[in-house]
């Protein structure tokens, strides 16, 4: 039998959600908790944004980042007004249509946090000044101020190592910037140096090696190192999205793609709400895939993120009781090196030892 979960009741700590836009104000409810990151996107097309209270509001509304634009962040007249304790509110007035035209349909990914105090600055040069973590989902959220320095220690929260990093500057038109532990081609093993590299979520690129993102060096339980590359370390604001894996819950790591339709299996220990996979060998979209779009397996459609595209409904992929099948001979499964990350709805085993289905 399979090991036990950490996280019996995954949609605690994660949430997909579908809603249709109003046009207005309007409440939008569902969540199961108050977020702490939330992420939307137009399946039809237009910009994804990301939110939360970490990073602020200005005036009525809270700060959007486009996951899919190197733009600064912006308050837009319409956007969310308020986070709630099941969802988010929308204002009245000029509606942003990357998020709230009328009769518009609309994906969101949610994640909580919830501890905004104590978080443990051993050894930091940089305190976020502001932050939201959960050490039991392995999940943080940071606002920070960069000193722009070689070899800065920024705080985390997570207690443990993290596996994947997200870091966008809010101030200036810069690239996001990704960590992500199987960045070198390996899950960290030995010799591994997933710290040399980068990606970034906003457009296609593969890996980058420089040393001006995390200075080559590796995150530890209680910082992460930054470069003085201005994507992640300027005298400017910042947000970082930092994860790490959690038994049955999340997991982050490698696969190789074999460029067939009977693709490639990736055991996760949980059945998958979310998984998200690009190539870091070449040019490839940042896909993302949930199981709350359409359908029964294989009908799973791709949403990309890291662009504007209108969802893709091809067979792509099968969600398992314990991981995902790719069915497609193509992105995310050529014959690369690929990096993921999957977040559950229901582990593969809970801690009762009662075994979960396949989708």
Request: proline share 3%; hydrophobic share 35%.
């Amino acid at each position: 039998m399979a090991a036990y979960t950490t996280v019996d009741d995954a949609g605690a700590y994660f949430n997909g959600l579908i809603y249709t836009g109003s046009g207005g104000a309007q409440s939008i409810t569902g969540v199961g908790f108050q977020l702490d990151f939330g992420f939307i996107r137009k399946p039809s097309g237009e910009y994804s944004y990301l939110y939360g209270p970490v990073t602020g509001q200005s005036g009525a509304d809270f700060y959007f980042v486009a996951a899919n634009s190197s733009n600064a962040a912006s308050a837009n007249n319409g956007a969310v007004a308020s986070i709630d304790s099941d969802g988010w509110t929308f204002q009245s007035g000029l509606a942003l249509g990357n998020v709230n035209t009328s009769s518009a349909e609309y994906m969101s990914w949610n994640w909580k946090a919830g501890t905004t105090t104590g978080i443990d600055t051993t050894s930091s040069t940089i305190t976020p000044s502001a932050y939201s973590f959960n050490q039991a989902a392995g999940f943080s959220v940071l606002k920070y101020t960069g000193d722009g320095l070689a070899d800065a220690k920024l705080a985390h929260g997570l207690g443990a190592v993290p596996e994947m990093i997200w870091i966008k500057n809010l101030d200036s038109v810069l690239d996001w910037y990704v960590y992500h532990k199987g960045m070198d081609g390996t899950a960290l093993g030995p010799g591994g140096s997933p710290e040399d590299y980068y990606i970034t979520l906003n457009g296609t690129a593969a890996r980058v090696d420089s040393n001006g993102a995390w200075y080559d060096t590796a995150p530890t339980s209680v910082n992460i190192t930054l470069g003085n590359n201005t994507n992640v370390n300027d005298t400017e604001d910042y947000v970082a999205y930092c994860f790490t894996g959690k038994q049955g819950y999340s997991k982050f790591g490698v696969y190789e793609g074999n460029g067939n339709a009977n693709g490639t299996f990736v055991y996760a220990g949980f059945r998958p709400a979310y998984i998200f996979a690009t190539s870091i060998d070449s040019t490839s979209d940042r896909d993302v895939f949930d199981n709350k779009r359409v359908g029964i397996n294989v009908d799973n459609d791709l949403i990309v993120i890291g662009n504007t595209d209108a969802t893709n409904t091809s067979a792509h992929v099968d969600i398992l009781s314990n991981g995902f099948k790719w069915r497609i001979s193509t992105d995310p499964n050529v014959a690369e090196t690929y990096i993921y990350a999957a977040f559950a709805e229901s582990p593969f085993v809970n801690s009762n030892g009662v075994p979960t289905n396949a989708r």
